[in-house]
């Protein structure tokens, strides 16, 4: 398995207050993205990272900033909080060779904004 | 727009039998295109894949197929296992810029012992 490790697992937070997910991997992979997991939605591409400090949108980035300071660790920070940011949050890792985008995902975050 | 479609939220089988999935895309841009298996309170787990310079690809019980001019691809699992009872994914990709996947909507499959 790859080693991805998503932190914290489940989280119940405030509408308003600030909240940061991380991903820590051990596999010194490039490229790093964070989905989100609606009902009806499979999994949509909140922002990814394609090296340090080298960091760009998906299709649902608004309310959503990220940093990747070290290639093994990439955050999420929710600047403040809001119900329709409930979610499953899902980090995932590739190698992106050519011809090859298999990804690996981490477990997944479980947040729960009320 | 959602670029990468499955139009069956569930599948039903019987054990033993064949599970067909299907998945259609829109963007002709795609080049590789992925099936992901999914547990509740898991994360996806990689099952298979398929180069777009190809039509089809096996892998023990899985095979996908790959139909490029109607852009369609499908996930055939045979025989089915109850364990197969899970979320399948189908996710696509360019082999350019961000390589993230995109990722169909999920068919829940149920494999009846």
């Known amino acids: 398995d790859a080693g991805i490790t998503q932190s914290p697992r489940h989280k119940v937070t405030e509408t308003g207050t600030p909240v940061t997910l991380r991903c820590h991997q051990t596999e010194n992979h490039r490229y790093m993205y964070w989905y989100r997991q609606d009902p009806g939605h499979g999994l949509r591409l909140i922002h990814y990272?394609?090296?340090?400090?080298?960091?760009d949108k998906g299709e649902v980035s608004d309310g959503y900033s990220v940093s990747r300071s070290k290639t093994e660790d990439f955050l999420l920070t929710l600047e403040s909080a809001t119900s329709s940011q409930t979610s499953v949050y899902f980090c995932?890792?590739?190698?992106?060779?050519?011809?090859?985008?298999?990804?690996?995902f981490g477990q997944g975050t479980r947040l729960t904004v009320v | 727009d959602q670029q990468v479609k499955q139009n069956s939220p569930s599948l039903s089988v019987q054990e033993g039998r064949i599970s067909i999935l299907n998945c259609d895309y829109t963007?002709?841009?795609?080049?590789?295109f992925l099936w992901y298996k999914k547990y509740p309170a898991e994360g996806p787990t990689f099952l298979i894949s398929i180069s777009s310079i190809k039509d089809k690809n096996e892998d023990g019980r899985f095979t996908v197929f790959l139909n490029k001019s109607a852009k369609h691809l499908s996930l055939h699992i045979v025989p089915s296992q109850p364990g197969d009872s899970a979320v399948y994914f189908c996710a696509a990709s360019m082999d350019t810029g961000r390589r993230a996947l995109t990722f169909g909507s999920g068919t829940r499959l149920q494999v009846q012992p």
């Open positions: 995932a890792i590739s190698a992106a060779r050519v011809g090859n985008t298999e990804a690996f």
């Open positions: 990272s394609y090296g340090v400090k080298d960091t």
């Open positions: 963007n002709s841009m795609f080049d590789y």
